[in-house]
């Protein structure tokens, strides 16, 4: 049996899901996957906080890393980081649900361009992330063993 591209996409995020122990610890949850779409979340606590008692801004990379992750890896082909980018447009408050929503912008051969937008629960934008992936050898599951 053939897996769709939304099966194909859930059980590739399963998998790295599994493995994923750095976004588990930062208190994020994986909230929806499909072919190039991903999307992170979590609470700003206390110690997420820096010295402006705003949200840090590497805990604010990390959740739109890991939607642009989960985005670019949804195909089950082993895919990495190559660059990203982001700009902060909004602090991040404490006790504020941050949502990363990652979408493909393109995907040619090995490479591919991510656009993530991080906004709070008002839907104020947070941040803007751009990520470009690199497809490695490897894939998360074999297809053949359903």
């Known amino acids: 049996m053939t897996l769709s591209p939304d099966e194909i996409a859930k059980k590739s995020a399963e998998a790295m899901w599994a493995r994923d122990d750095a976004s588990k610890w930062l208190g994020m949850s994986l909230d929806a996957v499909g072919p190039g779409t991903a999307t992170t979340s979590f609470t700003v606590e206390q110690h ?16 739109a890393d890991s939607a642009f992750a989960f985005a670019c890896n949804s195909y089950n082909q082993l895919v990495v980081a190559q660059h990203n980018t982001i700009s902060f447009l909004r602090p991040g408050r404490l ?3 941050l949502t990363a929503e990652a979408r493909e912008v393109t995907r040619s051969g090995r490479s591919g361009l991510y656009d993530v937008r991080v ?6 934008v947070i941040a803007e992330f751009r990520g470009a992936s690199r497809a490695i050898e490897g894939r998360h599951f074999e297809e053949d063993a359903q």
Not at 49 to 62: E, K, L, P, R, S
């Open 48 to 63: 997420h906080t820096n010295g402006h008692d705003i949200c840090h801004g590497g805990y604010i990379f990390t959740l």
């Open 95 to 97: 006790g504020a649900r």
């Open 119 to 124: 906004t709070d629960e008002a839907g104020k």
